[in-house]
Antibody
Framework: EVQLVQSGAEVKKPGESLKISCKGS????????IAWVRQMPGKGLEWMGI????????RYSPSFLGQVIMSADKSISTAYLQWNSLKASDTAMYYC??????????????WGQGTLVTVSS | QSVLTQPPSASGTPGQRVTISCSGS????????VNWYHQLPGTAPKLLIY???QRPSGVPDRFSGSKSGTSASLAISGLQSEDEADFYC???????????FGTGTKVTVL
């Protein structure tokens, strides 16, 4: 079974750093892109960007470029999303999702269970 | 902000048919396939429809998708109480060089 398991909820203060994780199993981790998606409280889904664990090629949404860092460690089949200095506005649920495709068509499936990040003084 | 527009809400009684629209542009829906995700309360989103009208294994045939030009739609026939969820359309956008989600539609079963 293809599965993505994310790290647990985090509570941080403004200005602190954070790295959350997404571990893939049941498929070749290096051969599929992994996306990160933000969902702020009570709001919709926002695509943050995508990373290819095979060579760490990364594409950021313009809204998130410079705000977060995506990385991957293929030796342990894990993708990461990192902040160097958190803001209260980073409070949200963060999901990772695997890109599946057929030809030039693609979609995201499955999704991780989500990591809730709360930033508060 | 979202570049795909959906109605904020839709509702129906059990057994009814509900349709959700998704309006985009030539750079997204007009030139790429549309996917639909649903999110039950308190859970992660899940793929519902891919490549405009394909259902993943396990998704009931009550759910169907279609696309025409720069718009797409999701139909739920035989509405059931467990269909209460948020539904999002999505597509790749060639201008933004990224993936975009719709604004989301909350489906309520009356």
């Amino acid at each position: 079974e293809v599965q993505l398991v994310q790290s647990g909820a985090e509570v941080k203060k403004p200005g602190e750093s954070l790295k959350i994780s997404c571990k893939g199993s049941g498929y070749s981790f290096t051969s599929s892109w992994i996306a990160w998606v933000r969902q702020m409280p009570g709001k919709g889904l926002e695509w943050m960007g995508i990373i290819y664990p095979g060579d760490s090629d990364t594409r950021y949404s313009p809204s998130f470029l410079g705000q977060v860092i995506m990385s991957a460690d293929k030796s342990i089949s894990t993708a990461y999303l990192q902040w160097n200095s958190l803001k209260a506005s980073d409070t949200a649920m963060y999901y990772c999702a695997r890109r599946d495709s057929s030809g030039n068509q693609s979609w995201f499936d499955p999704w991780g269970q989500g990591t809730l990040v709360t930033v508060s003084s | 902000q979202s570049v795909l527009t959906q109605p904020p809400s839709a509702s129906g009684t059990p057994g009814q048919r509900v349709t959700i629209s998704c309006s985009g542009s030539s750079s997204n829906i007009g030139s790429n396939t549309v996917n639909w995700y649903h999110q039950l309360p308190g859970t992660a989103p899940k793929l519902l429809i891919y490549s405009n009208n394909q259902r993943p294994s396990g998704v009931p045939d009550r759910f169907s998708g279609s696309k025409s030009g720069t718009s797409a739609s999701l139909a739920i026939s035989g509405l059931q109480s467990e269909d209460e969820a948020d539904f999002y359309c999505a597509a790749w956008d060639d201008s933004l060089n990224g993936y975009v989600f719709g604004t989301g539609t909350k489906v309520t079963v009356l």
